[in-house]
């Protein structure tokens, strides 16, 4: 039998993005292939990109530029493109590096195995299709070895809101649900593979509408209820929600639902109804904050999390002050901030630019008020008892970490965790980044 060849994967990006690289790994691997930790020996090298903000897609071209040595030493080396920036660029990117032997937009990783093949035989393989396929269902590939304790399961793809600033719509396509048996399915593999705890991927994960068992469709909520009967598997989340898809279901599950964890990732991105207008986001700051007084009433203790863009064409100091406002009342445990960065072929990014020296005063005022609100909630952990999910070794000998039901994490020092372990542990210290506590 041949040598097995060498495979190294670099994903930049979100989630889904981990999610896809996952599978990209076992489709090749049914190809012969096994994963590398480095590009030094690879035989395969392929970046799944991410084109949401220009830093982020130029990393790929330098990060190419350093495989340049790697080519010349190895003239059998492919190196490929997926991702997002392999879906806005396709040939461009070929243009930009001769060298790239392989570019897969993200909704044609099933044509992987017959791309690889014709990179092999020295062509050039190009795909950035969006065809009509589950893709997902092509890479099924999935070997039965044991997995870790928390997983990714992607049940919706795609993003039909086309906000002013965003990428997305046009690098992932149109709004795609999975069906419901197949993601129950790959559930059931991954709870009998040692997994615990499920987090339900989608660009706009509570707009799911997928087909259930009797061709109806399923809303987020009742694929969460088909989830919670699943024996061992115990945890549920979901990331990223739009305000405007949080359905009454969904919210009344975070009260009912004992598996659905109290964390909530809904982004606002700005605090201003002027510029929420311009973003195209079709909300304002007001129904956002009556949205969350409901889910806090369905669930008291809900950890809210929230993604902002500062510096947004025309964005005044009022407005930016709006922002600020909106974090005041909302009160987040984690939040995700970012300087606008203008996209080619999005609304937006022919608007008056704000300047660069102003955007970057907001996003450090914006980021000073949501660390402190992050430290506040941290500190009032103190003295709680929270459930950990165990899921790895930490730094300091025989310690072990894992994740509070509000995703903090939390470390213990005690014989006997092994991870996917769950216990109640009273947190005694609160650092920066972490919690510590004992197991009671
Ligand atoms: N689907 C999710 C988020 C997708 S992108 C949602 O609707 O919220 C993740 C985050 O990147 C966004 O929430 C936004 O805050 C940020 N983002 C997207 N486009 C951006 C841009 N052009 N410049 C800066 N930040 C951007
Ligand atoms: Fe982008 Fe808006 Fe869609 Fe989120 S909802 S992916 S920010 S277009
Ligand atoms: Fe980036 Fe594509 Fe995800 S642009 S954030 S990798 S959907």
Redesign the pocket.
């Known amino acids: 039998m041949a040598a097995p060849k060498k495979l190294y994967i670099k994903t ?6 981990v999610y896809d690289s996952e599978r990209m790994a076992e489709t090749l691997g049914a190809q012969g292939y096994v994963e590398t930790a480095t590009p030094d020996d690879a035989d395969m090298i392929l970046l ?5 903000r220009e830093k ?2 130029e990393k790929v071209y330098s990060e190419l530029g350093r495989f340049k040595g790697l080519k010349e030493a190895n003239p059998d080396l492919k190196i490929g493109v997926a ?3 392999a ?2 660029e396709g040939e461009e990117i070929v243009r930009r590096q001769p060298m790239v032997d392989l570019v897969v937009g ?1 909704q044609s990783y099933h044509r992987l195995p017959e791309m690889e093949a014709k990179a092999r035989s020295g062509a050039r393989a190009l795909d950035t299709d969006f065809p009509e396929e589950d893709k997902f269902e092509h890479l099924k590939a999935r070997p039965k070895a044991q997995r870790g304790p928390t997983a990714f399961l992607t049940v919706q793809e795609g993003c039909d809101k086309f906000c002013a600033f965003c ?2 719509p046009y ?2 396509g149109a709004e795609v649900s999975r069906p419901v048996a197949r993601i129950l399915d790959e559930a059931r593999d991954l709870v009998e593979r040692g997994v615990k705890e499920i987090t339900l991927l989608g ?1 706009n994960v509570n707009a799911y509408h997928g087909a259930g068992p009797d061709g109806g469709d399923y809303s987020l909520a009742k694929l969460i209820w088909d989830l919670d009967k699943i024996d061992g598997l115990e945890r549920i989340r979901f990331t990223t929600s739009h305000p405007n898809d949080m359905s009454d279901d969904l919210i009344a599950a975070h009260g009912e639902c004992k598996k659905l964890m109290p964390y909530l990732h809904l982004p606002v991105q700005s605090g201003s109804d002027r510029i929420l207008k311009r973003m195209n986001r079709s909300h304002t700051a007001e129904s956002y904050l009556r949205l969350i007084e409901r889910i806090r009433a369905a669930r008291p203790d809900i950890l809210m999390s929230g993604d902002f863009i500062v510096g947004f064409p025309e964005e005044t100091e009022e407005d930016f002050q709006a922002t600020l406002d909106l974090i005041e009342a909302v009160k987040y445990g984690y939040a995700y901030s970012f300087k606008y960065s203008p996209r080619p072929g999005t609304p937006a990014a022919e608007r008056q630019a704000v300047p660069a020296d102003v955007a970057d005063e907001r996003l450090q005022r914006l980021q000073h008020l949501i660390t402190a609100q992050q430290t506040e909630i941290q500190q009032s952990m103190v003295g709680r008892v929270v459930n950990v999910l165990f899921e790895k070794a930490g730094r300091l000998d025989g310690q072990m970490v894992g994740k509070s039901e509000y995703l903090h994490a939390v470390h213990v020092t005690h014989p006997g965790i092994r991870a996917g372990d769950i216990a109640a542990v009273e947190i005694v210290e609160a650092g920066s980044n972490s919690l510590s506590g004992k197991i009671l």
């Open positions: 930049y990006g979100c989630q889904m993005n799944n990109t991410c084109h949401i982020a897609a991702g997002c920036v879906q806005a993200p990428v997305v690098t992932r660009q």
